[in-house]
């Protein structure tokens, strides 16, 4: 079946660094894949999209990589800021028509 | 754009009742919109696909006839909880995909079973 793995729970980052997190999938073949963001108590909010074609994404301070023979996303955020912290959601989907499933999510602390 | 909007925000009732959640897409229309229950700390679980005019597609395990779907127009979809339980209480979270290619999420309604 399909899985998809996020790399921890929880990541706590000082506030300048940059954080990277992961995504690992498995028995899945996604066309694109979303990254969101989640605040407790809120629904999530899109961040960005990468598709298969595409070795990287930027977006302001982010950045998405996805490598198809990995199987694997990274998610980078440069110059944290504790207004980063959040739990960031992947979610990969084979085309436009397929239901996409969400990971666990990584819960990330920027401590100031 | 983008918006999706969900109403109430936070419902509490008592066991045995029927509680309804409207999930509306605000500046688009949305053929397909998709519900979503997360239990604390815990990650999105789908439950099932609104399709406008026709039945629910329900995810495994979840019961068609405990969690009552209704996509009557473009821009509205309806979860009805029936029967509610202590253990139906969550967070129940709506969406839509104006793009085909990006799901934008409502605000979630809080729902306490008591």
């Known amino acids: ?112 | 754009g983008a918006v999706v909007s969900q109403h109430p925000s936070r419902v509490i009732c008592k066991s045995g009742t029927s509680v309804k959640i409207e999930c509306r897409s605000l500046d688009f229309q949305a053929t397909t919109m998709f519900w979503y229950r997360q239990f604390p700390k815990k990650s999105l679980m789908l439950m099932a696909t609104s399709n406008e005019g026709s039945k629910a597609t329900y995810e495994q395990g979840v019961e068609k006839d405990k969690f009552l779907i209704n996509h009557a127009s473009l821009t509205l979809s309806t979860l009805t909880v029936t029967s509610a339980h202590p253990e139906d209480s969550s967070f129940y979270i709506c969406s839509a995909d104006p793009r085909g290619d990006t799901q934008y999420f409502g605000p979630g309604t809080r729902l306490t079973v008591l």
């Open chain 1, 1 to 112: 079946s399909q899985k998809i793995e996020q790399n921890s729970e929880a990541l706590n980052i000082q506030e300048g660094k940059t954080a990277t997190l992961t995504c690992n999938y498995t028995n899945y073949s996604p066309a694109y894949l979303q990254w969101y963001r989640q605040d407790p108590g809120r629904g999530p909010v899109f961040l960005l999209l990468i598709r298969e074609n595409e070795k990287e994404k930027r977006k302001e301070r982010l950045k998405v990589t996805f490598d198809t023979t990995l199987k694997q996303s990274l998610f980078h955020i440069t110059a944290s800021q504790p207004a980063d912290s959040a739990t960031y959601l992947c979610a990969p989907a084979r085309n436009r028509d397929d239901k996409i499933i969400f990971g666990k999510g990584t819960r990330l602390h920027i401590l100031p």
